[in-house]
Nanobody, 114 residues
Framework: QVQLVESGGGLVQPGGSLRLSCATS????????MAWYRQAPGNQRALVAI???????NYGESVNGRFTISRDNAKKMVYLQMNSLKPEDTAVYYC????????WGQGTQVTVSS
């Protein structure tokens, strides 16, 4: 069973930055497509950003230009750099991995508020 563990969430003021990290136990990590999703209260879980096994990245429209997803294959880590944060970015952020099966982390809370 592959484990995904997020870290880096917290409280930040509007306009601030946070960097989320996701540590994985995946044996064949380089084969995984990795992504970040988020879910705000009352809303469905939504894709924030995805990075494929080949390193190609795509973003949700609401975060494009502000967030950057990256991966370190040697460390089996995925990151989400979040800049120019807005109150509407407040949500629980989940790490997601896909290779033959799908895996989810437990989530980390991000709150953007003054």
């Amino acid at each position: 069973q592959v484990q995904l563990v997020e870290s880096g969430g917290g409280l930040v003021q509007p306009g601030g930055s946070l960097r989320l990290s996701c540590a994985t136990s995946a044996t064949f990590f380089t084969m995984y497509d990795m992504a970040w999703y988020r879910q705000a209260p009352g809303n469905q879980r939504a894709l924030v950003a995805i990075i494929t096994s080949s390193g190609s990245a795509n973003y949700g429209e609401s975060v494009n230009g502000r967030f950057t997803i990256s991966r370190d294959n040697a460390k089996k880590m995925v990151y989400l750099q979040m800049n120019s944060l807005k109150p509407e970015d407040t949500a629980v952020y989940y790490c997601y991995g896909r290779f033959r099966s799908e895996y989810w982390g437990q989530g980390t809370q991000v709150t953007v508020s003054s």
